[in-house]
């Protein structure tokens, strides 16, 4: 589990986060009625780490009845601003300001990690009705695509981190043992420019634990490497969703 300060580092970039990070696409959601094994219109649906609404909003055009829950003040703010048809309420995973036996799907779009697992699958299981399902998913970047791969090495070293020693659905699967639990990976892609490209990476809780300064001179570096890799100035950014569902 991350600090709950670099979990909570998103409030003050929501404007940031909202305009430049990469929503999902449509078949990530036609997977996830699939894996769930009931349709998302009419579902009652819990998002939670909600952000704001990228996954809440999608959710919603296809006639879920949703409820956001998100722990910074800041991303719910403009979550209201983007989505103010659809009720959002202060809290995190860990303890869900829910009923229980309440919804019918629970969701964590790229949130599940920021909570404490020990807290967050019992909460879950609490809140959902008999029959009802718990389903994570990641947005990653395509490292097959050799410019995203040398990306994401820079990165990687620019703060030493690691590879991931164990994949967060895996993590999910040990604690899960008694669900039905199934996994699939969409992938998908958008065309963005250069410039957005760059502001969605500055949105990562890495950059903003970092500060302006850091952020700034690997931006810079980062913007002319990619100008001789796309020179027409568009970036497109591959993707593959990571889907992990529950059920009892």
């Known amino acids: 589990m991350t600090s709950p300060s670099q979990a909570l580092s998103f409030d003050d970039a929501a404007a940031l986060y909202a305009a430049n990070r990469p929503s999902y696409p449509p078949a990530l959601f036609d997977a996830v ?68 036996a309440s919804v019918d799907l629970v969701t964590y779009a790229q949130s599940w990690h920021w909570t404490d697992p020990r807290k967050s699958v019992p909460e879950a299981l609490r809140v959902l009705r008999p029959g009802g399902a718990l389903a994570l998913w990641w947005n990653d970047s395509d490292v097959t695509v050799p410019w995203l791969a040398d990306q994401d090495a820079r990165v990687r070293a620019r703060f030493g981190v690691d590879v991931r020693e164990t994949d967060p659905l895996v993590r999910f699967r040990r604690l899960t043992t008694d ?48 100008s001789a890799e796309f020179p027409g100035g568009t970036v497109e950014e591959r993707y593959v969703v990571s889907l992990g569902v529950a059920r009892g």
């Open 33 to 100: 009625e699939e894996l769930a094994g009931r349709p998302l219109a009419g579902a009652c649906v819990a998002d939670v780490g909600a952000g704001t609404g990228l996954a809440t909003a999608r959710l919603h055009a296809r006639g879920a009845r949703v409820v956001a829950v998100e722990p910074g003040p800041g991303m719910a703010a403009e979550f209201r601003r983007a989505l103010p048809e659809v009720p959002v309420v202060l809290g995190d995973g860990n303890r869900l300001p829910l009923a229980s």
């Open 179 to 226: 669900l039905d639990f199934r996994t699939c990976q969409v992938a998908w892609s958008r065309s963005v420019p250069l410039d957005v490209h760059l502001a969605n990476l500055a949105s990562h809780s890495a950059f903003l634990m970092l500060g302006e300064p850091g952020t700034s001179a690997f931006l810079a570096a980062e913007r002319e490497l990619l």
